[in-house]
């Protein structure tokens, strides 16, 4: 999870870091939760644009006057929001799928190299950070390579989070 912020709002949420230890400990599973429901909004919304314009009493052939106007004119209305809805909601759930492919992707990685750090005597820090006692060029060469590569993990976490803060601020 992100670190708490003093400020709130979306360019709050932009600028936190990960840590190691989130990133390892990612829980990604409730987001499946929330791909379902929006999926199933999407598809209802559809459904109920899909209702309303096939209504047969919004025919002009059945029904005229001012009232049938203003009926038509509300189906109408409510079929534009509905479809802007169900616009948003889809876009919403690509970048959230996006994401939780990344972040899935990403907490992989991690764990690999921690498994890699570990088979190496050495532990990677909740910064990214490598410590350990692997003596010689080869520990120093070693330790160097798992610490840029968890740097790496750690820039891809932060700014997986920002693309998706970023596509869901759009769509507000």
Known sequence: MSAPSSSSGPTASRSAVRDWPSVRD???????????ALDRRVA????????????SGLEESSWSGPAAEAARA????????SAA???????????????????EALRAAALKLEAEASSHGLAIGQDGSVSGNLPGLY???????LAER???VLAGTAALDRSLAEALVDEQ
Do not use: C, F, M, N
Not at 26 to 36: A, F, I, N, R, S
Not at 139 to 145: E, L, S
């Open 74 to 81: 509300l189906a109408s209305a409510h079929t534009g929001h």
């Open 139 to 145: 520990g120093k060469a070693v330790a160097r390579k």
């Open 44 to 55: 209802s919304l559809r459904e109920y644009e899909g209702d309303i314009a096939r209504a």
């Open 26 to 36: 990612w829980p990604l599973e409730g987001l499946g939760d929330v791909e379902t």
């Open 150 to 152: 968890a740097s790496e």
């Open 85 to 103: 809805l169900a616009s948003s909601a889809q876009v919403a759930l690509e970048a959230l799928r996006e994401y939780r492919s990344s972040a």
